[in-house]
T-cell receptor, first 115, second 112 residues
Framework: NAGVTQTPKFQVLKTGQSMTLQCAQDMNHEYMSWYRQDPGMGLRLIHYSVGAGITDQGEVPNGYNVSRSTTEDFPLRLLSAAPSQTSVYFC??????????????FGSGTQLSVL | RKEVEQDPGPFNVPEGATVAFNCTYS??????FFWYRQDCRKEPKLLMSVYSSGNEDGRFTAQLNRASQYISLLIRDSKLSDSATYLCVVNLPTDSWGKLQFGAGTQVVVTP
């Protein structure tokens, strides 16, 4: 049981480039999400999905797109990278967001640098 | 005011000692609370869930004080392996699903 698989682990981009961070889970989790983590700040929610075909914005969605075509996959796309997007990104999933089922399982993270 | 606040530390703790730290939250309607552990440059992992007044798991005890709107984490008989950042997470009742809000973390350093 692999859990949450997130790739790549490291990425360097130039300003204006685009890329996709991949996230897949094999636990049949309903809820998937993307967070970014910056020094001195808590994890901030970028986008989330409560099921295939359903996505919504978190607190810092600008500059990012997501899609959820299958239960397993939830890629995060950076449309035109900016230095402000330099961060560590985590994908996370849970069985649901209902009370008692919110335990989040995280991917191993992506260290992204935008020059 | 941040929705979830933590003392960033570091809390320097001798091996074998007890350490405790708090997390305050602003929304009095919050019902679910969690402590996650994050090792340097690694992903967070759930340490404890708190749905009522508290929870205990071995050397770790979490307490919830609804009146003062904080949760605490106490680590007894600290081990070197307890060195990590501890993230407080509060489920905010924004809608029927809720929203998980993360604190910035409290760093604990256990020294020999």
């Amino acid at each position: 049981n692999a859990g949450v698989t997130q790739t790549p682990k490291f990425q360097v981009l130039k300003t204006g480039q685009s890329m996709t961070l991949q996230c897949a889970q094999d636990m049949n989790h309903e809820y998937m999400s993307w967070y970014r983590q910056d020094p001195g700040m808590g994890l901030r929610l970028i986008h989330y999905s409560v099921g295939a075909g359903i996505t919504d914005q978190g607190e810092v969605p600008n500059g990012y797109n997501v899609s959820r075509s299958t239960t397993e996959d939830f890629p995060l796309r950076l449309l035109s990278a900016a230095p402000s997007q330099t961060s560590v990104y985590f994908c996370a999933s849970s069985y649901s967001r209902q009370a008692g089922q919110e335990k989040l399982f995280f991917g191993s993270g992506t260290q992204l640098s935008v020059l | 005011r941040k929705e979830v606040e933590q003392d960033p530390g570091p809390f320097n703790v001798p091996e074998g000692a007890t350490v405790a730290f708090n997390c305050t939250y602003s929304n009095s309607a919050s019902q679910s609370f969690f402590w996650y552990r994050q090792d340097c440059r690694k992903e967070p992992k759930l340490l404890m869930s708190v749905y009522s007044s508290g929870n205990e798991d071995g050397r770790f005890t979490a307490q919830l004080n609804r009146a003062s709107q904080y949760i605490s984490l106490l680590i007894r008989d600290s081990k070197l392996s307890d060195s990590a950042t501890y993230l407080c997470v509060v489920n905010l009742p924004t809608d029927s699903w809720g929203k998980l809000q993360f604190g910035a973390g409290t760093q604990v350093v256990v020294t020999p």
